[in-house]
């Protein structure tokens, strides 16, 4: 406002300057005229040659209006160009267009901390496959800038986009690097948050930096299941002002999942151990987590489910005693399922173990048992593993 009213000023004065240019313009011109023998009155009087001097008078005059309208013309930009200046910013704009979409709100992630959202992400950092594929399943591959702790691959239909993206990092890049980035969202596993050096940064530091974030449920909550990876899609949706799709993904797997399970209604549970690697003298594996969860849907029960813990090492001794039908085998890392397979039939305390005396045996990648919209494929491997006969048909 204050700069509108210094140029209102500055053209009033501009307007009078240009008013007592024009008087002295004329009387220097009708001077011209006085010098070659011409006065006020003979110009009238007709004393001279009226055509040649009204002639010469009409170009000086026509001279002077046109270098006037000019100069008005340059004041009228200047005018313009200060206006546009003192407009709302595109920044005003965005938040009153954010305000319109549901902007500002706020989500509750891993140690319950909190995280404002006040616009849709453009520059995205996705720190693990699994939580890559949940934004690629929602069609935000565009705005995923980098990725990092590739150790797996993501789903085949995704493959090829997500991995042509830039990679910062083999593990989790540090705070610095990221802020050297410019992200406005990071989305990725509660490992890739928090106050460990292996991470990147707590989310309320992050905050601090401008950058939105958001650890996937499932890698952070003790007795995950599916309910929480809809959760999941939910968040996202709304993050991303792509509601629809998000519903359309929950109850597409809403659907397979439900297949599945009446498919194997009314058979007997399959006992599980889920073998992740040998820890300690004994076998690393899960307890209450999301693991355990999806073998319940697909007709099984993970024989260490009621450990508090989401992972837990336990001895073989409770392996035996538990003696389970089958085997799942973790394949990560750089120890191969087959080995892991033959330390498991070479290990004589397991040799009247039934998963081992029937060579049952089931492998299964990371990510296929993380957050994803491969979860319902996942119930399905494990279910036609531990029911071949109801998937027989």
Known sequence: MFQQMRFRRKH??????????????LVCSFSSLRLRGCSFRSLFKGEINMKKQA??????????????????????????????????STATSKIADSASTGF??????????TVTFDHVPQR??????????????LGLGDKI?????????????????????????????????????????????????????????????????????LASIEGYKTGCDVED??????????????????????????????????KVNGAPAVKVFDFDSEQDGGAYTPGNNFTSKLIRHAGGVNIFENLEKTWNTVSWEAVVEANPDIIVINDYGDTTAEQKKAFLKSN?????????????????????????????????????????????Q
């Open 12 to 25: 009033r004065h501009l307007n009078e300057s240009m008013a007592i240019g024009a008087m002295l313009f």
């Open 145 to 213: 800038i980098v990725t990092c702790y590739n150790t797996e691959h993501v789903a085949d239909q995704w493959r090829k986009e997500y991995e042509s993206k830039p990679v910062i990092a083999e593990k989790y890049p540090s705070l610095e690097t990221v802020l050297n980035l410019n992200p406005d969202f990071i989305y990725g596993r509660s490992s890739a948050f928090g106050n460990r050096d292996s991470s990147i940064a707590t989310h309320k530091k992050l905050q601090e930096n401008g950058i939105m974030s």
């Open 55 to 88: 002639t010469h008078l009409l170009a000086l005059v026509t001279a002077f209006a046109v270098s006037v309208t000019a100069a008005a013309c340059k004041s009228n930009t200047a005018a313009s160009l200060a206006a546009t200046s003192a407009q709302p």
């Open 124 to 137: 995205v950092l996705s720190t693990n496959p699994n939580t890559g594929e949940e934004l690629m399943a």
């Open 348 to 392: 004589q305390a397991l040799a009247n173990v039934n998963a081992i005396k029937n060579d049952r045996f089931l492998v299964i990648t990371l990510p296929e048992v993380f957050a994803s919209a491969r979860v319902p494929e996942t119930i399905e491997k494990f279910a036609r593993a531990f029911h071949p006969d109801a998937f027989a």
């Open 229 to 262: 990876v809809y959760q999941d899609f939910y968040n996202l949706g709304r993050i991303f002002q792509v509601e629809d799709k998000a519903n359309q993904i929950v109850e597409d797997m809403k659907r397979k999942i439900a297949a599945v399970e009446e």
């Open 104 to 113: 500002p709100f706020t989500l509750v992630t891993q140690d319950n901390e």
